[in-house]
T-cell receptor, first 119, second 110 residues
């Protein structure tokens, strides 16, 4: 089946540094990927939609200059948390649609997630 | 009003019984509905998808959709301890966006 690989699975960084998270579709092409954030005991909140070859679409309230998204190829999207602060500590999960165009076009496959801790 | 609402639980069900999870949504034009299961510390995994009114069965799982009432549910028959997890209801909004409910924490008691 379709697999989305996410790396790193966990990262600890100092406040003020930047962290890059990679999301790869391993056996399919993903023109669109989605980045979610999940705080403890809360649901997934969509941060942005990553579009291959064009700018990402950010949800209201998400700072595009802080959360940089690059989708340079059909199999790779990256999320960079710039100048991270403790409040950015969260579980970041990427996802991609499988079989776009099929009636189940909105079925998302998720990566394993990246747990970010900012000290 | 939240776009997708679920009872956060916790919901406790004895092993072997039926677990019933409910979800309501606010966007009448939503076309696709999903149930994801999320174990603690893990990312969500798709359990069921449903697109038309009625019931859809897959093994021990049955999804039910009622678009007129803007209601979708998930039944788990013969509940097992391994079913203990948080269950997320997700509903499409527009062409691409998937909106999640807050999740219901389910515990199956042996």
């Amino acid at each position: 089946g379709a697999v989305v690989s996410q790396h790193p699975s966990w990262v600890i960084c100092k406040s003020g540094t930047s962290v890059k998270i990679e999301c790869r579709s391993l056996d399919f092409q993903a023109t669109t990927m989605f980045w979610y954030r999940q705080f403890p005991k809360q649901s997934l909140m969509l941060m942005a939609t990553s579009n291959e070859g064009s700018k990402a679409t950010y949800e209201q309230g998400v700072e595009k200059d802080k959360f940089l998204i690059n989708h340079a190829s059909l199999t790779l999207s990256t999320l960079t948390v710039t100048s991270a602060h403790p409040e950015d500590s969260s579980f970041y999960i990427c996802s991609a649609r499988v079989n776009p165009g099929f009636s189940g076009a909105n079925v998302l496959t998720f990566g394993a997630g990246s747990r970010l801790t900012v000290l | 009003q939240k776009e997708v609402e679920q009872n956060s639980g916790p919901l406790s069900v004895p092993e072997g019984a039926i677990a019933s999870l409910n979800c309501t949504y606010s966007d009448r034009v939503s076309q696709s509905f999903f149930w994801y299961r999320q174990y603690s510390g893990k990312s969500p995994e798709l359990i069921m998808s449903i697109y038309s009114n009625g019931d859809k069965e897959d093994g021990r799982f049955t999804a039910q959709l009622n678009k007129a009432s803007q209601y979708v549910s998930l039944l788990i028959r013969d509940s097992q301890p391994s079913d203990s997890a948080t269950y997320l209801c997700a509903v499409t909004q527009g062409a691409q966006k998937l909106v999640f409910g807050q999740g219901t924490r389910l515990t199956i008691n042996p």
